[in-house]
C-alpha cells in the first residue's frame, strides 16, 4: 500500500472524512498543485524578486502567492498552507522563528474573510484588499523580528519601504486575477472556488 496525500488528511480536521475515490482523487491533485507552488513561489522570489525592483521598490512574490492562494480556498486550508509558508520564509530569514508564521496566518485569514464578507469579485478589488495586508504582514514582520532580536527599528522607513512593495505586489495579485479570469472563461465562482463548473449533463452521467 503506497502512501496517499489524502490519507493524511482525511485523518485532520482540514477535509471531512469517508471521502469517495473521486473526491480523494481530487484532494491529491489539490495538495499536489499546491505543493507545487509552493516551491515555485519561493524560488521566484528568492531568485527574481530583486531583479524585478521599480525604483528601488521590490515584489515580495511569496505573500502575492500567499494571497492567490488565501483568495481560492477555504476553510483550515488557507491556514495550514500560510502558517507552512511563513515557517519557510522565517527560515530563509536571518532572526528567531515565528514572525513569519504569525503575520502570513493573519494576512491569509484577513484575506479570505473580506474576499467572503464582501464578495470581492474584480482584480482591482482584490489589488485594493492586497495591498494594505501586504503592507501590514511587510511592517509587522519587520518590527516584531527586530524587538525579538533586541534590535531598534525606524518604523518611518520601514512603512514607506513596505508601501511600494505592498503595491507592487497587489498589481501583481490583480494581475493573475484577471488572467486566471479570462482562463476561467469570466466565471466568479471559478475564481473564488478555484473550480470550472460543471454542466447538467455531466451531474446527470455521474449520479
Keep these: 500500500m503506497g502512501f496517499r496525500i489524502s490519507d493524511f ?3 485532520s480536521s482540514l477535509v471531512i472524512p ?3 475515490f473521486h473526491q480523494r482523487l481530487i484532494l491529491d491533485v489539490k495538495y499536489l498543485t499546491l505543493c507545487i507552488c509552493t516551491y515555485t513561489v519561493f524560488v521566484l522570489h528568492t531568485s527574481l524578486a530583486r531583479d524585478l525592483a521599480i525604483a528601488g521598490f521590490a515584489p ?3 505573500l502575492a502567492g500567499l494571497a492567490i492562494v488565501a483568495l481560492r480556498t477555504s476553510g483550515n486550508d488557507t491556514l495550514f498552507f500560510a502558517a507552512v ?3 519557510l ?3 530563509l530569514s536571518e532572526g528567531r522563528l515565528g514572525p513569519g508564521i504569525i503575520f502570513y496566518s493573519l494576512a491569509a485569514l484577513i484575506l479570505r474573510q473580506a ?3 464582501w464578495k470581492v469579485k474584480m482584480p482591482w ?24 532580536d533586541g534590535m531598534a527599528t525606524d518604523f518611518a522607513l520601514a512603512a514607506l519601504r513596505a508601501s511600494g512593495s505592498a503595491v507592487y505586489t497587489a498589481a501583481i495579485v490583480a494581475a493573475a486575477t484577471a488572467a486566471w479570469r479570462r482562463i476561467a472563461g469570466h466565471n466568479p465562482e471559478a475564481i ?3 473550480t470550472l463548473p460543471v454542466s447538467n449533463h455531466w451531474r446527470m452521467l455521474t449520479e
Design 89 to 91: 520564509a522565517d527560515c
Design 115 to 117: 474576499a467572503t464578507g
Design 125 to 148: 478589488a482584490y489589488a485594493a484588499l492586497v495591498a494594505p495586508v501586504c503592507w501590514g504582514a511587510i511592517v509587522g514582520n519587520q518590527i516584531l523580528r527586530s524587538f525579538a
Design 9 to 11: 488528511f482525511r485523518h
Design 60 to 62: 515580495h512574490l511569496v
Design 18 to 20: 469517508d471521502l469517495s
Design 192 to 194: 473564488n472556488t478555484g
Design 85 to 87: 509558508w511563513g515557517f
